[in-house]
Nanobody, 124 residues
Framework: QVQLVESGGGLVQAGDSLRLSCAASGGTFGSYAMGWFRQAPGKGREFVAAINWSGANTYYADSVKGRFTISRDNAKKTLSLQMNSLKPEDTAVYYC?????????????????WGQGTQVTVSS
């Protein structure tokens, strides 16, 4: 069983930065692809970014490309999301997710394990 715990969310102003972290326990983190998703009130879960097992390959939603950076530290079993130039439309609950096959996807139902989420609120 894999447990994922997100942290780092908060209330910031437009243009500020935040760094989200996801700590993993159980399973074999170093073999999993990982993703970040977000869900705003009244909306579905939206893909944000993904990274393959080694960290060599990353993929971003167009809405965050150039502003967000996904990274991982397999030795520490942590996943990160550096978010710069935040906008009010980035406001959402952010979730990290693990894909045990090692292949990353942009579709949320392809992921096997999820964290509980961390709230990010960006004021204008």
């Amino acid at each position: 069983q894999v447990q994922l715990v997100e942290s780092g969310g908060g209330l910031v102003q437009a243009g500020d930065s935040l760094r989200l972290s996801c700590a993993a326990s159980g399973g074999t983190f170093g073999s999993y692809a990982m993703g970040w998703f977000r869900q705003a009130p009244g909306k579905g879960r939206e893909f944000v970014a993904a990274i393959n097992w080694s960290g060599a390959n990353t993929y971003y939603a167009d809405s965050v490309k150039g502003r967000f950076t996904i990274s991982r530290d397999n030795a520490k079993k942590t996943l990160s999301l550096q978010m710069n130039s935040l906008k009010p439309e980035d406001t959402a609950v952010y979730y990290c997710a693990a894909q045990t096959s090692g292949t990353y996807y942009t579709i949320h139902h392809k992921y096997d394990y999820w964290g509980q989420g961390t709230q990010v609120t960006v004021s204008s």
